[in-house]
DNA sequence: ACCTGAACACCGTTCAAGT
DNA sequence: ACCTGAACACCGTTCAAGT
């Protein structure tokens, strides 16, 4: 015991987030627990705080991990190629398609609340904010006479729109059965809103 | 010790309720606790169980509570006698003073989670398919040649868009500073989609 | 230098025992 | 009959001590 050195600290820091990462995807949020992890890769409690700052880091760390996977599911091959009205909606239902595929990944994203006097470090804004600018230049094809602002504002108030209807649908909150009804719920939600918003 | 009978069951719930209530709306839902509770009323945490059957029932004995308030909120003197659209402004900016003026309340109602296999009772569901009845009912006069299930649809769309920026907003997560935003936003996103509903 | 093991201050939940 | 107090199985976090 002590002094193992059967790994180094970057092996230590990716088998810990690969081993909660499947306590969460199983198990879900709650489910998570430091112990757990330790037990899970064969170390104690005491060393994921080598490697971790606390609890709140290393889900922070899986997080921004779900972030590039989703982000990746958003970018799509032939981006420029069809309608813009068409793309957001791909764009809407790929973020759907996401959440109903990894529910507790996802979740974990939106439930895990930093301490009140905390905020989440710059490097992870930007990983949110990277989302939000996906839409944004959907968005900009459709701009007309617009306002740069516009389009933001457009931008922020439609992600948050399908956000919105994700989230009480996976919490069935919203009466709706099945992925096939979400889907068609932020397809309606998208276009009208593209159409009060270019004025056709 | 033992047997004081100072409180009669009824009288008990309402203390720990209260006491509940109020580590909430300072703390948050993490700060809560069954033996924080206890303390509280001056009984031991034992006493809890003979009132609530865990801790999962008094979370959701608040947050019908706090339903109730947001009902009330939402309910608003001359529904009828204005613009649906505008009611329906109300409506949703209604929803976000709310949220923005007791955000730990309301988070608690959507961050609470029940185990996966169990199910939210009847009578709780009821309250929050109130809400989407008040939706329902502001966008009925819009209806035009829509059908009774494209109205539903709508109203689920609208108020699950609502929510979504509420949630974006107060997690930080849209980049939008202050309140009056989140209204602009609110706004922009139910006009713009009654214009496409309404085909205006 | 690296990791452990035990400690500390918390949880939710149960239930024999006391009055 | 009513409530307690202690127990059980968990938490996150820290850190002296062992190799």
Known sequence: ?????????????????????????EQ?????????????????????YLVFENIDDLILQINARTLDRLHARMTQPHAN???PRDYLVQLGQAYIRFA???????????????????????WYQEKVARMFAMVEQGL?????????DDVLQASRALWGGVHG???????????????????????SLIR?????FTGD
């Open 1 to 25: 015991m002590a002094r193992r050195s059967d790994h180094s600290r970057e092996e230590l820091r990716e088998m810990a987030l690969t081993a909660a990462e499947k306590i969460v995807v």
């Open 28 to 48: 879900g949020y709650e489910g998570l627990s430091a112990r757990k992890v330790a037990a899970q890769i064969g170390y104690t409690v005491g060393t994921l």
């Open 81 to 83: 190629s069809i309608d």
């Open 100 to 122: 109903d595929e990894d529910p507790h990944r996802w979740a974990m994203v939106f439930e895990h609340r930093l301490a009140e006097d905390r905020s989440l470090p710059a």
């Open 140 to 148: 900009q094809p459709l701009a007309g006479r617009h306002s740069q």
């Open 165 to 187: 209807i994700c989230i009480l649908a996976l919490s069935d909150n919203l009466g709706v059965a099945g992925v096939d009804s979400v889907q068609q719920l932020t397809e």
């Open 192 to 196: 009208n809103y593209l159409k009060g």
